[in-house]
């Protein structure tokens, strides 16, 4: 264990899963650099428990981060090396298997064995534990093929494991800031209920949960808000934490990116309702009195955040199987072709009938502006665009009458307005989502080292 | 006499960021400066931003002010045609939609009008 005295770094390399894979090394560098740290990874979206608890039923070593190998062991051996902790939710349906692979990744290099420890007790699967759910969402629950049901987990159970001495702690559901919040715990000794300095390293993870949305990615809007040499090297975000938690946020040495007052009052409120309300498993976190202070070089101190009492229950999301998810898109250009478009989807809509609700949308006239009901698309009045492509959407339980949109677009080809070129079609099964929230001692969180090293 | 005034589009006084949690967006408006978040203050409130994005039927729009970071949080339930689950649109998230509200026209001091960064005129 480092000593309290010394910040506490936190480097997070993912903001989803999905994000690019190359942000761990420059992290990785910049944390050895300063005396070592914990890498973190956040994979883990809502519905990205789901589709790994699909993938495990198919394959029971399956169910974990599929980018593991790429984000994991190119930087496997520096972290061991240089005394740097990997915490991540990257086990998602599946740690004890993430657990193993990662063994195995370190064997393949002939480094030596980590300790690793795995999180469990977010899965409620068991009887009560469904019978609970069911008391809390109501008889609705009968009626879905639940996929997945997971508690969100706190950081005691990462601290624990840290202090225990592991080197990688793998978990599946866990609030994001968490993952944050688990080394800062384990480095300060801070008690349970520290709500202040909890709330202050919740915020800290907060910044880092979504990578590089701290460091100039989803912010630049050219001419407005540049970020200076481009996005193709943002660097992801490290945080200073101190022993009062109060922290830094900057990024890793040698990446482009940016971190200044804008980039991290947009990522402080990213996700947030209430700022005096922002709420996890570990504490109710207060950004209301936030302020920040840029120190130069690309690091951002946050001042003013606080916390109170952590909220009685834990959230629980449950993930069901819904309908099938028709799109079908066909482009139009030059003279008249928003007309063309627009009178290509009132033909799909008249031979579809009521057989299924339609969404419309003329992509290069207006699209994702819009609303489902096409309220937005009704009132306005059909404009000269010269390159529009036609989405057609819909939904239905039934992936026959689903189906009927993609057919439907594509027989634009002969049978619809002048021009129609570049017919695209996809169907995918949806999964849907309720939340709820359980008592803590429904939740039989836990963790163990499953690997000694 | 009053002084004289314009109307300007919101992102000329304030930057924006969506973020989604189920059927409800936030919108961080986080202002340039202090003149700027006086006029975001006086003028985006609930009711103007609940009318701007009348028709996607926000349930309710809620303004958290943060004058700390000079920033407003608006919370806009029931926008997302039922979220990312349910949505048929294609940014199913909102994402798009912090740039909606960054087209909000707002009344400035024609004074502090020629103090705010503005777009280079399209060229003919």
């Not at chain 1, 520096?78 to 349906?93: E, K, M, P, T």
């Not at chain 1, 976190?285 to 120190?295: G, M």
């Not at chain 1, 306005?380 to 959407?393: F, I, M, N, W």
């Not at chain 2, 340039?32 to 009348?54: I, P």
Request: net charge negative.
């Amino acid at each position: 264990m480092s000593s309290s005295s010394t910040p506490c770094l936190v480097g997070c390399a993912t903001g989803f899963s999905g994000d690019r894979t190359d942000g761990a090394a420059p992290v990785v560098r910049s944390l050895a650099a300063r005396g070592g740290g914990t890498l973190i990874f956040e994979t883990l979206a809502e519905r990205t428990l789901a589709l790994a608890q699909l993938a495990r039923n198919q394959d029971p070593q399956a169910g974990y981060e599929p980018l593991l190998d790429d984000l994991v062991g190119p930087v496997l051996g520096d972290c061991l090396r240089h005394d740097i902790r990997i915490v991540s939710n990257f086990g998602a349906a599946n740690p004890p298997a993430a657990a193993r692979r990662i063994a195995t990744l370190a064997a393949e290099r002939g480094l030596p064995a980590p300790r690793i420890a795995t999180l469990h007790g977010d899965e409620l699967n068991t009887p009560e534990q469904r019978a609970l759910l069911r008391e809390r969402l109501g008889p609705v629950l009968d009626t879905l093929e639940v996929v997945s049901a997971n508690a969100y987990l706190g950081a005691q159970e990462i601290a624990q494991a840290l202090a225990a001495g592991a080197q990688i702690v793998v978990a599946g559901r866990v609030a994001d800031p968490s993952l944050t919040v688990g080394p800062a715990l384990a480095h300060f000794g801070w008690q349970a209920d520290d709500w202040a300095r909890l709330g202050r390293a919740t915020m800290a993870g907060h910044l880092l949960e979504c990578g590089t949305q701290v460091t100039g990615g989803y912010f630049c809007v050219p001419g407005l808000k540049d970020v200076p040499g481009g996005l193709h090297d943002t660097g992801f975000p490290i945080a200073e934490i101190g022993e009062d938690g109060s922290f830094v946020v900057g990024k890793a040495d040698g990446t482009g990116g940016l971190v200044d007052a804008r980039t991290v009052k947009e990522q402080l409120l990213y996700e947030v309702h209430d700022p005096a309300r922002y709420l996890t498993p570990d504490v109710t976190a207060d950004l209301s009195q936030a302020r920040v202070q840029e120190l130069g070089g690309d690091r951002v101190a946050v001042h003013g955040v606080t916390g109170h009492a952590r909220p009685v229950e834990l959230k629980v999301n449950v993930c069901y199987r819904g309908g099938w998810l028709a799109e079908a898109e066909i482009s139009y250009a030059g003279v008249q072709a928003e007309a063309r478009a627009r009178l290509a989807g009132e033909t799909v809509a008249r031979r579809i009938g009521t057989a299924l609700k339609l969404r419309i949308d003329l992509i290069g006239a207006l699209s994702i502006l819009g609303d489902d009901d096409g309220a937005l698309l009704g009132r306005r009045a059909p404009g000269q665009a010269r390159d529009v492509r036609l989405r057609v959407a819909a939904e239905h339980a039934d992936r026959a009458v689903a189906e009927r949109v993609l057919r439907e677009v594509t027989a634009l080809y002969c049978c619809g307005p002048a021009g129609g070129g570049g017919v695209r079609t996809s169907l995918r099964p949806r999964l849907n989502m309720m939340s709820c929230t359980v008592p803590r001692d429904a939740v039989a969180a836990g963790w163990t080292m499953t690997h000694e090293g | 006499m009053a002084a004289e005034t314009v109307e300007v589009p919101l992102y000329r006084l304030a930057h924006s960021r969506s973020g989604d949690k189920g059927d409800t967006s936030n919108l961080s408006l986080v202002a340039w400066n202090a003149e700027c978040y006086a006029v975001l203050v006086q003028q985006v409130t609930e009711a103007r931003v609940a009318e701007w994005f009348g028709y996607r039927q926000p349930r309710r729009v809620t303004r958290y002010l943060l004058p700390g970071l000079e920033a407003m949080n608006l919370v806009l339930e029931g926008v997302l045609d039922g979220g990312v689950n349910d949505a048929l649109n294609l940014d199913a998230h909102g994402k798009s939609l912090s740039f909606h509200l960054l087209d909000l026209p707002v009344t400035v001091p024609a004074a502090l009008a020629g103090t705010l960064p503005d777009l280079p005129p399209l060229p003919d």
